[in-house]
């Protein structure tokens, strides 16, 4: 997607249409990876997650695919609707000496617009 | 809804004043963090709580920043002689330590805008 006024990508689909939000994450040493959905007003909302040593989940409508060669995690989302709206963040957490903090490190969200 | 709780959703305040956010999270949850969004931006990580101890604060929580959760229960973000860039949205998020992915949900925020 391009980017607009507020330096975030962006994705337009049409109601019905699949729907793919791509991520780059930073650290290797990042075991853990979550997407959230953000709508205008709200907290982060979470829709999945996935651990490293797999490469690929599924949930309802959404699947999330985990490509540690390129650092590089996927939402696809199916039959996407107009409530599917919002701002999709992914993060990923680091296990620091064997206890993790679960601090959560956010990537640059994606704006999905589903048009009727 | 996911459970968390806080308070005020928003808080308009003036250069110099003090400012306190409160945030409830999910009653069985013994980890509380605290986050900052600011506009076109994912949330940063501010601060960390297991129970009532705070083991790990950001280098973007200054003095002017301090956090309790004096019971393992609520906690509370306050920001001493608040400055125009401290205007953002304070997310707070919980989770329990024993489960599988230590998932963590947010709550609904407190937009802070000062002026």
């Known amino acids: 997607g391009e980017s607009v006024g507020l330096h975030l990508p962006t994705l337009s689909v049409q109601e019905g249409d699949n729907s793919i939000i791509n991520c780059a994450y930073s650290?290797?040493?990042?075991?853990?990876f979550i997407w959230y959905k953000q709508e205008s007003g709200k907290g982060p909302q979470f829709i999945i997650d996935i651990r490293s040593n797999m490469d690929k989940r599924q949930g309802q409508r959404v699947t999330v695919l985990l490509n540690k060669t390129v650092k590089h995690l996927s939402l696809q989302i199916a039959a996407t609707q107009p409530g599917d709206s919002a701002v999709y963040f992914c993060?990923?957490?680091?296990?620091?000496?064997?206890?993790?903090?679960?601090?959560?490190?956010f990537g640059q969200g994606t704006i999905l617009t589903v048009h009727p | 809804d996911t459970g968390v709780s806080q308070d005020p959703r928003h808080k308009i305040t003036k250069r110099g004043q003090n400012v306190t956010f409160r945030c409830d999270p999910i009653s069985e949850h013994n980890r509380l963090y605290w986050y900052r969004q600011t506009l076109g931006q994912g949330p940063e990580f501010l601060t960390y709580?297991?129970?009532?101890?705070?083991?790990?604060k950001s280098r973007l929580l200054s003095d002017r920043f301090s956090a309790e959760r004096p019971k393992g229960s609520f906690s509370t973000l306050e920001i001493q002689r608040t400055e125009q860039g401290d205007s953002a949205m304070y997310l707070c998020?919980?989770?329990?330590?024993?489960?599988?992915?230590?998932?963590?949900?947010f709550g609904p925020g407190t937009r802070l805008t000062v002026l």
């Open positions: 993060a990923e957490r680091i296990t620091a000496g064997g206890t993790s903090y679960g601090k959560l490190t």
């Open positions: 709580f297991q129970n009532e101890a705070q083991l790990e």
């Open positions: 998020a919980s989770s329990f330590q024993g489960s599988s992915y230590n998932e963590q949900f």
């Open positions: 650290n290797s040493a990042s075991d853990y």
